[in-house]
């Protein structure tokens, strides 16, 4: 009988529905306190994933949810350029 396996499942700080890693964008807070996208999804500090859909990134930023899950305040500037590299 072959293996099934197993995929890992991550929840969107937007819709808070739980989805495969796979379909989620990780957003990282790095050891030097930057906070990025990560694209390998391996990047070390601490991560929160949200959909790639722009009514999920503003629920996650207006709940202040994004800030929560990364435990650091989030400059305006960096949320533009999130919400410029999330919508392409």
């Known amino acids: 009988m072959p293996r099934v396996k197993k995929i890992p499942q991550r929840m969107c700080v937007g819709c808070q529905e739980m989805k495969p890693k796979k379909q989620l964008i990780r957003v990282v ?10 694209d ?4 070390s500090g601490r991560g929160a994933y949200v959909c790639p ?10 709940g202040k949810r994004l ?4 435990k650091c305040p989030i400059p305006p500037e960096i949320i533009d350029h999130l919400r410029e590299k999330l919508m392409k």
Do not use: N, Q, S, V
């Not at 807070?29 to 990560?38: A, M, S, V, Y």
């Not at 800030?67 to 990364?70: D, G, M, V």
């Open 67 to 70: 800030e929560k899950a990364l």
């Open 53 to 62: 859909e722009e009514e999920c990134f503003i629920k996650a930023l207006k």
């Open 29 to 38: 807070r790095t050891p030097e306190e930057k906070i990025e996208l990560d």
């Open 40 to 43: 390998t999804g391996k990047r």
